[in-house]
Structure formats: C-alpha cells, structure tokens
C-alpha cells in the first residue's frame, strides 16, 4: 500500500483508540465471507502490560471518518493467541490464521502488502507475555459493546419494552465516549494537619506545607483536625467555617497562581477546605458537602467531612475524617471508618452520590492508628529505621494485611518518621506524663482510575501542633469533553439513532393485500383467511382503522373481521378472518357499490386500512362480484322486471332502479310485485292455521331454506315451493326489508301527530304514499288480518303482527308510532278504503 | 451541546402516481441507497431523518403513500396532518406529470392550508427516454407558485437538496408564526410523537 494512505489510515485507525493505548502497527487484510471479499484493518494495540489484536471491518475505504471502521473482533495477545503463518491447504500462499480462545479467524492478504513488521511485532509481544504471563486486560472491555442492530430477545418477546429513541441516544452517547474524551492532566495537592487546637497566629506561615512543589497545583485538598473542641462547640455541633484558618491556607498556597476557596466544610474540630486555581472555577461544578460525627453520640468530635464536585466529566471526591483515638481502639476506628464510608451522602437536586461513586476518591486525615506495640514506646522512640517499623503499623495491617479497611485504596509509601507526637514547639517525642509512642496517624489514601502520586511528605519545621503536617501531591488525568470531536460524534449518533429507529419500526406482513371472494350472492356467508405475520424482532399490536371521522366502523357493514385489533410476538403468525355476508341492510348497497364493474374490471368491495402501532398501514383490497337478486330491489323494479332477474346485468338492474319517474313500463298490471304476491297466496293457502307463522324473534331468519327460495323466486321457477310455510313467512319480511326504500314513506314525525286518528291516518296513506306502495300495504295489511282472524288457532294476535310488520314495512328510529299505526289498520275495517284504493290506477 | 434528539418535528408527504419513484426518493434520503427492486407500496409507509437547519436538528418524518388509483381517496386522509408535500412526476411518463394538476387539486381539498408544496421531476438521469422537458415542469411550478427540481433517486440528483428546501420553508413559516404569537399550531410538541394521520384512531378497537 501507499505510504501516504497507510498514514491516513493509521490516524483514522488511532482515533478509534485512548489516550495511553498505542497503536503499534496497522495491516490491511481481507477475510472471504460466503462468496464476498471484505476488507479488514488488522490493528495491533498496546496499553500498559498487555496488548490486543483488533480487526476493523470497513465500510468505505479508504477509511476516513470514524464511523468507516467498525470492530469486528477484539483478540487478546494472551497465552491462547497464536499466529500460524503456514501457506493455506491451496487457496491461497497469502493467508495466514489466527487463534485465540476457542476461535480461528482466517485472513489474506494482497501479494503486494509486506507483512513483516505486523509478523514482528505480533511475534516480540507474544514472547512478552510468555515471559511475564500476565497482564491487565480490562481496557479492552471498552471496545466490547453490543452492537446496534443486534435483536434484542427480551425485546423481541415482549418481557421489556424496545428502548426509546432518547435513551438510545444516550446509550449509544455513552458507549462512544472514548472517542471524544481526552484526559487532562491535573495536580491535585492533598495535605492533612491535625493542629492540637492551636489558633493560626500571625507569625504561621504554611508556605513550607503547601508550597512546597516546583508548579502551582490545580486543586488542594487540606483537612485540619481539632481546630476547636471546646464544650461549646462539641455541643454546638459546629458547622460555621474558621475564616482565620481558611485565611491562614490561602496565604500559604503556591504563590505560582491565583486561587480561590472554592468551598470549605466543618464539623466540630474537623474542616475541610478546598482550593482552586481561579483560572478552573468554570470547569467545576455540582459541588456539594456532607459530614458525619462518629463520636460518642455522633457529637461531631471524631468523624468525617468531605466534598463531592465534578471536574469536567470526571466526579471526584474529598474526605478529611479524624478517627478514634488510643492505641488499642484500632477496631472503634475501623468502625469509624465503615460508618464514614456508609453514611458520608452527596445530594446533589434528586442525585444523591455515595462516596464510592466517584471516579477519583482521595481520604485524608488523622486516621490515629497507631504502632501495635511489640516492642515497648522507649525503644520506639529511639527507634532509627522507621520504615522496618513500618509492618507493625495497624493500619498497615488493617489496611494491606487483613483487607479490613480502605479496601480498593492505595496508599504511597511512607518515608517520613511517624507525625505524632512531639512536644509542641519542638521536633522531640512527647516527654509528657502520658508518654505517647509515636505513631503514624496522618495519613492519605486515595482510590480511582489514572491518579499517580508524586510525593507524600511530612513537615517538621512546622512546630505548634503535637502532630507534624502531611501531604500528598497527585496527577490525575480527568475526562474531558473534546468539543469538536464530540460534535462529530454526535453527529454520527443522530444518523444511527436514525437508522436504528427505521429499523426498529414495528413491521407486519401480509400474505395478500388484495382478498377475491369472487361471486357473492345473496344470504350466504363466504370466508377468506388473511394471514400476517411479524417478521421484525419487535412485538406487533395492529388494528384495523376506520376510514372516516364520521363513522367509527373500519369496514363495510356486510364485512365482518374476526381480530379487528390483536398483538403478535416476533415470529408469530395468525390468521385474520374476513366474513362476507349480504344481507336484507346491505344488499342494495353492495348493487349500488358495484354498478360500474364491468367485465374484467373489479372493484372493491372495500378497502381495509390495517395499521400496525408505531409502523405503516397497510391497505387490504376486497374484491368481489355480486349476483344479483330480487332482494335489494326496489319494489318498483320488481314490478318492472319481465323475466327472471338472473337474465339482467347489474348495471341493467341498477338502470332500472333509477328509474324514479317510471319511464319503464309495468310488466303487468298487477297489484303487487310477483314475489311478494306468490308468498302472500302461498301462505293464504298454506299458512293461516300455522302457530307461531310470524315470530318476534325470526326463529326462521338463518334457515336454509331460504337461499333455496332466493333460487325459486330468482329464476321465476315453476317447480314446486321449496319453502315452508314458516320460510315463505320469513321470505315477505325479507322482502320489505331488503328493498332500498321502506314500503311505507310516511315520516315518523307525522305519524306522532296524527297516529291517534285512522281518518288522518288513512289520508296520509293516501297522500304520502306512491300508488305503488299503498296497493301494497293494503294488500299486505287484508292478509294479516286475515292471519289475525284465526288468532285462537294460530295464535297471532294484532299486536305480536304489529310488532312484527312495523319495523320491516315502515323502518322507523323508534317503532312506537308505527306499531300503533298498523294496529289502526288491523283493527278497523278497511274494506271499502282498500277495495277504492286497490282498484286505481 | 444539548443532549436531545431533535428540536422540531416535520412531517412530510411524498405523493405522486405509482412508479413514479416515490419509495425509491425516500430510501435514498434516509438510509443514501438505491435499489431498483421495490415493491410498490402498498399503504403508509414512513421513515424518519433528522437534519440539521440553521443550527436547529430537525426530525423529519416523511411519509410514502401508495400511489395507485383505487387508494387515492383512503390516502387523502393523511394529508391532513402534513406540513409538508412532495408531488413527485416521472420526467418518462407524460400521465405521470399531467396528473400532477389532479394531485394538486387533491391538496387543495384535503391538506393544511398552509402546508409547503414542492414538485419533483423524477428520474432526470434517464435523458434519452425524457417526454416531459424542464420548462413545461418548471412551468406548472410557476403557474402555481411552488417550489420545484428534478431529481434522481437512482443517480442521487437533488435529493437532499429537496428534502432540505422543503424542511427550510417549512422552518421559515414556523419562525414567522412564533412572532405571529401562534407558536402552539406548529412547533410540534416533542412528547407527542404518535403520528397523526386524518385517521380516528380513538374510536377503532
Ligand atoms: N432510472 C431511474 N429509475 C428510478 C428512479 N427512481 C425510481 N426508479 C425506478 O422506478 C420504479 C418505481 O419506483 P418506486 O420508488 O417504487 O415508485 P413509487 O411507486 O412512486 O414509490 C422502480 O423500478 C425504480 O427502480 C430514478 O431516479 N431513476
Ligand atoms: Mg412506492
């Protein structure tokens, strides 16, 4: 390869990587997977002891932003790493694989790329590792997140909710935080001094205790210890800062830079102050304090303060804690220490933060663990070599030996001679009455990623107190947002999070879109299964939607849908019914819908709009033909009609119900239309002693008999009645209904007013009436009542008529009036008005 | 730098006849692919993309309707809530552009009345089989006072071009309205999400 595309690869390659991790040699390979070539950036990665082969897979080459290069494994050079170089079994001489865990990956490579320097540089570091046998792998946790697109089963099976787009973001945010943060370095100066209630007088300078560095540090840290135990402020529970100490400090920072206190927290004798370089003020912020008393009733005299802030991206934390005293009260201290730990809460708005949930943690105080005395305090004090006393330290013990405390701690090396406890004024052992052996009670540990420590020192020119000063000075490297590359990365989020949102929507599929029924006739129940099924990794709700604000029903009303709502897990599938049935309500509408079919052309029966929640709709066409039949005709029509309806088109059919003027002629001048005269003869003859001939319920409504006399009447058959008597009952109900018009046109409105009166109601017969429908509804009402004669055989009383007959003849809202206006007619003798009406023409 | 997803929402509509390249626009603009083998569309169909315009990260959503004949008046009822319309011809098909008045029409009737309307002539990379030329597209857009381009899904002409154009009048109209105090009507509330076609989605279950 080019040397200068190499190079531009190499920086894409090292952005993909942190600080401290070294990108050692870049190569560039292919793998064949199934009958595809695809490119791969062989990575070879060094941080701290251990390092890692990383394969990049690319999607564009060259690779020139950083979402080009995606990690498609990640090999430890560990002991299970080997690279076998032997010529492969004659594919290719340029191929080598490589093993590591349980897996072989294999790869070649173009003739022209010289693999050299990767084979020696893979070679020494895995000699390195034989050699040592170990290292610290965890840095490459980073780099083995889950991919995007990976199907979430807990998902898929409805046990969690997809993750929305907010929280993908901020996920995804999150695990590419490497690429856009870079560590600042910080020094961080940590100092602790228990001062045996000494007051700051004029002449204390603390310049050789805190300005004791070549560069002014970033942050101090400086905790003090009895500073005050009087009564008063033990029982007081003092919490007020001591501005003569606070003062004292700023006058003793470097003198290097500007500072500022940035806050200082106090409990009783104990107060921690912190101190920054004015120049950081903006990069710090959710500063927050917290104490805790330990002492006899949590009085405050022994306990902790501390100080939780964020710098940048990083949280740190501060703690100043003076801990029991006395020598063999090493346990009371450990407790100390655990309630501390317990205890110490940061609240920040809603947030509360324990001490353990920072990133950098740094302890200080009087800790007052003292030499486990092996050997008596005299021969202590005369003691040379410090540091052989060093392992019977009991927090040497408590700490490193037992585990027992500051677990996850580190602390430096001591070097300097035990703090406590001197003659004040002098650098000699106590030489009171109580004859205290020395020991090492102040102390500093601190806990976290990236904090190196260097130097932890006494003071002794420092002479007022009984204990000598200590401090530590520490650089931590701090997380820290690199704008320009965020925004970059930001960037590439949003289109992920596009692209994961577009992926992820809920997706149904359908196995037709359009459903035939093909012929469709009167009073028949067709059935199709539409079959969906969810394909996508994500749980499915549809429904049917309606397709007008209007109305709220999703489809015609001769379709019926068995799940017109439902939900189906990945993988699942289910059947979705569709019922036809046409019936007396939609027989005229489907002629009507249908009229403009022709031959060859269908039209829909409807349009089904199956939406899935948070996905597409999918439009669902039914098709279908109709056969016409008598039923859902106008009754006009029927009278038209000069053969058998099956030998007339729709469209012919439908020309002759528009004929509202009757330009068409009658076929015959008879009084009714042929079938409800062949049902109205039929049961004259047949039907006037049956029981229960009409029924309120219409017990004969779904007999099968009836599509067998749709047939009968259809085809203007001459064979016998293939009905019964009870089905030809049912047939003249059907009739009436199924026609697009109701027989009688009178309003319901005027049957409110004048339903009292039969001359009026007659009138209205006569008046609001085509000629047409009045012949009929005589005709019909001097056969019911002919019905209602024989009421002690048959049991038809003109009431249960009335009821019957009102909604089918006059299709009323409320059937009340027109109950009461067929009872009028059943009940007075209509006689001569029908025979005067029956005879006009 | 703000942690949210998207300060606005837009929704767009691509309409058009069947085959005129609707499907193929969009997937060109959202996932920057063109294959030539889609099925046509059968139904609502939508994607989402944000973009970024005058500093503010805008989340279109657009969505593809069926283009066939029988689902004109079903997809009428999306154009509701559309701020946004994309009317999109086949510069190889003379139907295809002179249904564009009738899918204007349908604009008129059934959309926001103040909703932004583009033109696209699509398939401009297919020159040799071009029947509508420039100026009669150009034309009708003028005739209307719309804004329009001819674009390529399959060779990628103009079609983030189009998308960002519509996005900025529509910006444009949502500024003016903020000064007319009439924020509330267009700058759409981040929580509600749930798309709303002319649909009543309450009433069905
Ligand atoms: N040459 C060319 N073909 C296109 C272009 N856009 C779409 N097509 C083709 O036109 C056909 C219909 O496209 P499609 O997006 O399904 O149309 P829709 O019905 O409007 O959604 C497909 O075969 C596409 O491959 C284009 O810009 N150039
Ligand atoms: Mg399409």
Redesign the pocket.
Known sequence: MGDNLKYSILQTVEQKFRLGEVVLVIFEAYQIVGAEHQNRVLVVVKSGNSSALFSFAIANYPPINLSDLHINAVLPINETFIIDNRPGSGISSHQFQILSGNETFTYYYYPDHNKEQFDKVLRKLIQEYSEENHGNFMWLDAYKSSDLSEIDLDIATNKLPPKNRESKFREELERRKPEYTIYEPYKIFCATWNVNLQQPKEDLVLREWLSTTEDAPDIYAIGLQEIDMSAETIIRSETRPDYNWIAKILEGVHPGDAYEELISVRFVGMMLTIVIKQSLRSSVSKITTSMVGTGTLNFGNKGGVGVSLQLNENFLCFINSHLAAHVQEFERRNEDHDEILRRMQFKDGFRTRNILEHDQIFWIGDLNYRIATAIDDGQIKNFCEYEKLFYLDQLYIEHVKKKRVFRDFQEGKITFKPTYKYDPGTDEWDSSEKNRAPAWCDRIFWKGQKVEQLCYKSVMQLRISDHKPVYSVFITYIMTRDEKKFKRVHEEVLKTVDKYENDNQPQMTVAETDLDFGILRYHEMYSRELLVANNCHLPVHFKFLSKDIVSSSVCEDWIRISHKSGELLTGNSMSIRIDIFIDESSASKIMRRLKDAQINVKVPLDILVLHVENGRDIFITVFGEYQPSIFGLRLDTLMKLNKSVLEYSLKELMDIDDDANNLIPFYNNAKAPREIYLMIDYLYRNGLNIPHLFTIQRRHKLSPRICAIRDWLDSWSVENFPGTPQTAAEILLKIFEASPEPLVTITERELQIYVQYFDRCKELVQNKMPLLNRKIFLYVIMFLKEIQKNYTINGMDDRTIAKIFAPALCRHQNDQFSQKFLLLFLSNDIKDFARVELEKN | MSKKTYDLLFKLLLI??????????L?RFSDDA?????I??IGIDFKIKTVELRGKKIKLQIW?TA?QERFHTITTSYYRGAMGIML?Y?ITNEKSFENIIKWLRNIDEHANEDVERMILG?????TDKRVVSKERGENIAREYGIRFME?????NINIEKAFSELAEAILDQTAGKENNDNQERVVVDRKNQEKSPAYSRCCTS
């Open positions: 058009g006849d069947s085959g005129v390249g609707k499907t193929c626009i997937f063109f294959t030539s083998t889609f046509s569309t593809d283009g999109v086949d699509n398939k401009c990379d297919m674009t390529s899904a399959k060779a």
